[in-house]
């Protein structure tokens, strides 16, 4: 079992900066990789991107490009995800999740969940 925290969210004005934590704890070792998704009212969950674990070799989403980063810190098995420039189409719950095999933007290849953290850009 891998037990993950997320961190971070909060209110925040168009234009403005957010960080965002994913704390993994239990079984670590079975981490392969550390997405994040996001989840808006009414809508499906959504890959943002993610992050292996060996490397630190990370892929986005096509609307995360340009504007957020992904970083690991394995001392402290964190991963981040520092948003630039956010939008009010930004505004979700954000979760991370781990996946010991591979890295796919489907959520149904990660087997570990955090609880989510709320993200609201206003404009």
Known sequence: QVQLV???G???QAGGSLRLSCASSGRTFMN???GWFRQAPGKEREFVGAIRWSDGNTYYAD???GRFTLSRDN?????YLHMNSLKPEDTAVY???TTGSWITTLPEGY???GQGTQVT???
């Open 111 to 113: 087997d570990y969940w």
């Open 95 to 97: 979760y991370c999740a």
């Open 63 to 65: 609307s995360a490009k």
């Open 32 to 34: 392969y990789a550390t």
């Open 121 to 123: 850009v206003s404009s």
């Open 6 to 8: 997320e961190s971070g």
């Open 75 to 79: 001392a402290k098995i964190t991963v």
């Open 10 to 12: 909060g209110l925040v």
